[in-house]
Structure formats: structure tokens, C-alpha cells
């Protein structure tokens, strides 16, 4: 089955700190893999994607995430966290062919106390 | 601003009623996508448009149908309104049909609210 799971529900953390969320996913074949992050009230936006190549991949607001292939993980993290990071972060995995439905996680919410 | 715009932001009407939930995809886009964000389900894909051509299904119940319009607009008609279909419902386009490299622009959704 198709799935995607994410370790952790919440996160609270203070400025500064560092952080990772994992990510693992259950699918068949090649992916593309996502990061989307939803501020309170807002749509989600794309924080960083990995479609091929090196998998380190480096997105906005000084995110990077590591595609692991052989573990089937693709972790988020940032060195030192912002208060302006207080968010949902939605880890979302698609094939490279076909019709890409996006399989999204549960989310994780962080809180980044000043 | 992802350049996909959803309206109404909010929709509150009562059980057994119908709705019609508007999204006009960015610029050039040909794909639309519909997801229903609810507490219990989480994110879940509910169905795929590509240049007015239903292209995939997801979770998509059959009180609940989609089309897309020839300016590429799409609509999502909900109908027969149940409590448990309150939850937020996301659109999102993308220039391709598929296939690797496609990336996904989401709107700021519409909150449905079934009393």
C-alpha cells in the first residue's frame, strides 16, 4: 500500500534549536518526494522536493531534507529553528510516471517558543 | 500567494444541503486537483483534472463529483451534505498531467462547515 508516515505528531521547540521530522514512505517504483509547510490560516507551500540526483536537497527559509533510499526516508530538518517556523509540516510522496496524486502524512505541528 | 485562488474561504450550511466549491488554477496550469483536508483522514486526494478531462480518482465519494471548464477552472459540487463532510477542501494545479517532475500549487482551500 501506498503510505506515508511521519514519526512525530508535535514538536515544541525553542528558538535556535535544531530539528528534524522523519519521514517514511511505503510505495512501488521511482518517487518524487515533498515538503510542504502550512502557516496558521495559510495554504500550503512547497518547502523543498526531491525528483532525482543528489539527495540532499535544500529548499526555502533554510530547510534541507535527505532522501535515503534504501531506508525509504526523506527527514526535514534545519539547523536552527525561528519562531516564525510555528507551522504544520507535511511530508508527501508521488510516482514519477502516471497521474501524480500527492500521498501526504499525518503532519507535524511545531510550535518554536521564542 | 500561490497564484491558485479558491472561493468561497468559508461554507457553512446545514446537513442535506448541496455546495459548489469554485477553484481557478495558476496561469497556464492544465491539471487541477482536488484534496479534503479533515481531522480524522488527514490530506486525501479526491480527484484529478487535466485541460477539462477527469484524469484520476482518489477517496472521492458518490455524492461528491468534479468538473473543469474550458478556461480551466474547476468546480467541486458536494452534495447530500453529511456532518462528517465538514473539513477543508484544497485545490491545486500543476502544468503537467503527470509524471516525474510535476509539482503541485496549492490554494488557501475552502472550510466547509456542515451543521
Known amino acids: 500500500a501506498q503510505s506515508v508516515s511521519q514519526h512525530n505528531h508535535h514538536v515544541i521547540l525553542s528558538e535556535a534549536a535544531s530539528l528534524e521530522l522523519g519521514c517514511n514512505y511505503s510505495y512501488g517504483g521511482t518517487v518524487n518526494l515533498f515538503w510542504y509547510v502550512q502557516y496558521p490560516g495559510q495554504h500550503l507551500q512547497l518547502l523543498l522536493k526531491?525528483?532525482?540526483?543528489?539527495?540532499l536537497v535544500k529548499g526555502i527559509k533554510g530547510f534541507e531534507a535527505e532522501f535515503i533510499k534504501s531506508k525509504f526516508s526523506f527527514n526535514l530538518r534545519k539547523p536552527s529553528v525561528q519562531w516564525s517556523d510555528t507551522a504544520e509540516y507535511f511530508c508527501a510522496v508521488t510516482g514519477t510516471s502516471g497521474y501524480n496524486k500527492l500521498i501526504f502524512g499525518a503532519g507535524t505541528r511545531l510550535a518554536v517558543h521564542p | 500567494d500561490s497564484g491558485v485562488t479558491q472561493t468561497p474561504k468559508h461554507l457553512i450550511t446545514a446537513t442535506g444541503q448541496r455546495v459548489t466549491l469554485r477553484c481557478s488554477p495558476r496561469?497556464?496550469?492544465?491539471?487541477v486537483y482536488w484534496y479534503q483536508q479533515s481531522l480524522d483522514q488527514g490530506l486525501q486526494f479526491l480527484i484529478q483534472?487535466?485541460?477539462?478531462?477527469?484524469?484520476a480518482k482518489g477517496n472521492i465519494l458518490e455524492r461528491f463529483s468534479a468538473q473543469q471548464f474550458p478556461d480551466l477552472h474547476s468546480e467541486l459540487n458536494l452534495s447530500s451534505l453529511e456532518l462528517g463532510d465538514s473539513a477543508l477542501y484544497f485545490c491545486?494545479?500543476?502544468?503537467?498531467?503527470?509524471?516525474?517532475?510535476?509539482?503541485?500549487?496549492f490554494g488557501a482551500g475552502t472550510r466547509l462547515s456542515v451543521l
Open positions: 526531491y525528483f532525482s540526483g543528489d539527495p
Open positions: 496561469s497556464g496550469d492544465l491539471s
Open positions: 483534472y487535466y485541460n477539462g478531462e477527469e484524469r
Open positions: 491545486a494545479s500543476s502544468g503537467l498531467a503527470g509524471g516525474a517532475k510535476n509539482i503541485q500549487y
